[in-house]
């Protein structure tokens, strides 16, 4: 139902120490297909992170924003903003537009719960 492709974009630039280590921060940028769309995210710490922009302009376009930010309230699914290195390499991929200076990030487990949450408004495709 949920889960029905995955690609990986690559990794982005390793921020190495000079013992060979990567340093925390890093992450890498791929592609899974969700309810029939394809959205961009990052790993980050072992957790897929969404764009929540790319989320409600092609997820969840035919629902009112207000409507989804009562679910993600209900819910009590908090989203974090993403540094400039995130955002960039959001750009990168397409996930958020280039003229974008913010965006916000929520984990894949929270995006499933959303999902779930919101079926019955959203029309069938």
Same mark, same amino acid.
């Given at each position: 139902? !949920?889960?029905?492709? *995955?690609?990986? !974009?690559?990794?982005?630039? +390793? ?13 890498? +940028?791929?592609?899974?297909?969700? *309810? ?13 992170? !969404?764009?929540? +922009? ?5 997820? !969840? ?24 290195? *995130? ?24 995006? *499933? +719960? ?12």
């Amino acid at each position: 139902m !949920f889960l029905t492709c *995955e690609g990986t !974009f690559g990794i982005v630039p +390793a921020t190495m120490d000079y013992s060979g280590e990567a340093r925390p921060g890093d992450f890498h +940028a791929g592609y899974q297909e969700i *309810e029939g769309i394809n959205l961009g995210y990052l790993q980050i710490n072992g957790t897929q992170m !969404f764009a929540l +922009a790319q989320v409600l302009s092609d997820l !969840f376009k035919d629902i009112p924003r207000t409507t989804i930010s009562k679910k993600m309230e209900t819910l009590k699914i908090k989203s974090r903003r993403c540094d400039l290195k *995130e955002l960039r390499t959001l750009k990168a991929i397409n996930s958020v537009p280039t003229r974008a200076v913010k965006c916000s990030l929520i984990s894949k487990a929270d995006l *499933e +719960a959303l999902c779930t949450s919101c079926k019955s408004l959203s029309p069938r495709r």
